[in-house]
């Protein structure tokens, strides 16, 4: 069974810095799509940012300019490097893997983002 391992959020002021990381471990499959998702009280889960096979990004307009997805494959890790944090990105942000063939999901166990002066 492929794991998703998540690391790196924590209390941040507005304005500050995260390096969020999600780490495969388990059998190795061909990867689609990785992403970032996060999710408020009160609110559906929403997509942050995804990168595919190809390396080509995209993002939500609410992060865009701030936030970046990247990652490495020889660590078997995605990151997620928040930049110029606000109070609304406050939340639990979760990793996705997605394979290829039949598009299997993979979710890692979230990790706390508070945004507090």
């Known amino acids: 069974q492929l794991q998703l391992a998540e690391s790196g959020g924590g209390l941040v002021q507005p304005g500050g810095s995260l390096k969020l990381s999600c780490t495969a471990s388990?059998?190795?499959?061909?990867?689609?799509?990785e992403g970032w998702y996060r999710q408020t009280p009160g609110k559906l889960r929403e997509l942050v940012a995804t990168i595919n096979s190809g390396e080509s990004t995209t993002y939500a307009d609410f992060v865009k300019g701030r936030f970046a997805i990247f990652r490495d494959k020889v660590k078997r890790t995605v990151y997620l490097q928040m930049n110029n944090i606000q109070p609304e990105d406050t939340g639990v942000y979760y990793c996705?893997?997605?394979?290829?063939?039949?598009?299997?999901?993979?979710w890692g166990q979230g990790t706390q983002v508070t945004v507090s002066s």
């Open positions: 996705n893997l997605r394979t290829t063939g039949y598009y299997k999901d993979y």
């Open positions: 388990g059998p190795i499959y061909t990867v689609a799509t």
